[in-house]
């Protein structure tokens, strides 16, 4: 491809190419501005995330590949691409709030986070094996650094190192089946490997396709890739814990996706058995394991696990109503699990936030509005009508169910059943209980007015969703992809 070629096309990856002027700016106000620097740096990152939002509904899509075969930019991608934008957005939101009581606030967040997203949108849109690869570990190096930037505590040290060496093991997995299937096709390409895999050692093909699903399925902690979440989750900043548990997850179903229905579509049946077993351990580990938590932040990682595993379904019952349930919950989970720890934000403990579901007692007498958006958002992770997430996991149970997984459907409802129990331990906590009168647990001196306004706008965007779910269904339908 010649260079005049290769300069026409960029104009497809202008939000890759702003992200990476927000990063650049970010980093530039967090050097040179020491006093504020810091600060400013977040509201950098802030409005110029913000601004990406709509440079990538104004860029073009584009027909076929790009880059000589190596990335597509499709209305698929822009919908992963805008998830994971939003999860930003929210997460820098939290932040402001979360560093005004712990201090020492790191600015290098604000440009890492950029940074990561750059890895992100490039990964959805990845249509070659380099690509992909690189792309993932673009946006996973960020990550370790994040989950492990809060050097005050001692723990969240911790989970950067666990998260590190665990993401690296799950990088290698990916790496080693990506080895086997260019060593069997001698193509990089997804659309090319997908011809040439039809006449190729099918054994072998299979053993490289587990083996890539296996690195994808640590990012997305899916069971038994899973163990690094609880400890990674408590650990890490809060805030950062949201971005830590969405955009990472968008771009992993995108890689899934993409490659199911291109480099392994001739082993659907195989695939389809492979996301049964894993929806199924993962929904139960994930909801039994959250029934014994105590801390919040603990319990939503075992949730998040859970999570995951009602979108396996939609991979399992593969087709377009499929798809459709999948973007729609990957949307819809980014406000839920942002609401959710931001509850954490709500409540000072002494010199820090309140984490236990004992520190949320009484907190609807203090912030009753909200409270009562929190439990709007339980409520949604639930299931539970008239909410997103009832509209979400009934267009994942109905994907199911036309294509014949009962078993699979009632595990899912059954599930939601049994997280009931541990988020109405929250809900009970806030509005049925009184705080200890010896508890040093208090509403925050200053209103946390980004918590506030993180919460409740999740909640109002969850009830609107559920009550009007083709505000979000028909854009999730026209960007299912069928293939490229």
Known sequence: M?????????????????????????????LFFPRRGRRWAGYVAFAG???TCGVLLLTPQSSGVIMAGTLVADRFAVFLKLTALVSALLTIGLSFRFFDVEGGEPGEIYYLLPLALVGIMAAVSSADLITTYVAFEVFAIPSYILAGVFKKERRSGEAGVKYFFLGS?????????MALVFGLTGETSYAVISRSLQDINTHLALTGMILFFSGLFFKAALVPFHQWAPDVYEGAPTPLVVFLSTAPKAAVFAILIRSMITIFTGFRAEWSLIFQGIALVTMFWGN??????????????????AQAGYIVIGLAAWGELAQTAVLFYLFIYVFMNAAAFGLILLVRKGG?????????????????????????????????PPTAGFMGKYFLFAAAVEKGMYLVVVAGALNSVISLFYY?????AMFMEAPEASAAVSAPARRSAWAEI?????AVIVLIWGLFPSLLSDFAASSVLIRF
């Open 352 to 384: 820090t936030f309140g984490e236990t579901i004992d520190d949320m007692r009484g907190l609807a007498r203090r912030s009753p509005g909200a409270a009562a958006a929190i439990l709007v958002v339980l409520l949604s992770l639930t299931g539970i």
């Open 169 to 177: 093991l799950s990088s290698a997995l990916m790496l080693l089946g």
């Open 288 to 305: 039994l394991a959250a029934l014994i938590q105590t801390n919040i932040k603990r319990m939503m990682a075992y949730s998040a696990i």
């Open 424 to 428: 109405f331990k929250i809900g009970r």
């Open 49 to 51: 995330i913000a601004a």
């Open 454 to 458: 993180v919460i409740g706008v999740s």
């Open 2 to 30: 010649n260079s005049a070629a290769i300069l026409s096309e960029l104009r497809y990856l202008a939000p890759e190419i702003a992200m990476l002027a927000v990063a650049a700016a970010a980093m530039f106000v967090h």
